[in-house]
């Protein structure tokens, strides 16, 4: 399951976050103090929600140490600023390399948050995005809602080219991220 870090000086903001993340299939951990920040990075961490405005520490400071650490966190950028402030950051987040997931401004509403939540990809060896941490909860769930779809390929000879035989290929039809092959989906951790 991919771990999502939240850091938003506001309690009940990050607690509602969180919930949203948790619906949404991610282990959520929240973070109301970021001058602790640095350790809790540490911890294992796929995605960081972080407000750019706070108290001690801001947003950007921390996109900034992000990038000293060439870190390959994905990153969502949120604020109460208007839409020129999160445009800065992202800017800012993009030519500093991180994998900028996206900005969501304040208020924040669940459906956005999922969203862009849902754009979390790992890159496996190939190049190709694996979704994270994929259950056998979640590939049961699919299978019950007829989620599969088979791919007939023929089998030809080279010598004569007459079809010797029929391969069936599986892909997954996700309703969020569409057809996927098999190496694209990644197990839970």
Known sequence: MARVLIVDDDEMLCTFMATVAEDAGFDARTLTDP??????????TDILVLDLSMPQIDGVEILRMLASRASKIGVIIISG?????????????MAQKLNLLGTLAKPIRAKDLAAMLARFEIIGPDGAAIIAGVD??????????NEFVVYYQPQVSLADGAWTGMEALVRWQHPARGLLKPDQIGRAH
């Open 35 to 44: 001058s602790t920040i640095s350790q809790e990075l540490d911890q294992a």
């Open 81 to 93: 600023y208007d839409a020129v402030v999160l445009g800065a950051a992202s800017q800012l987040a």
């Open 136 to 145: 056998s909860d979640e590939l049961r769930q699919a299978f019950d809602r």
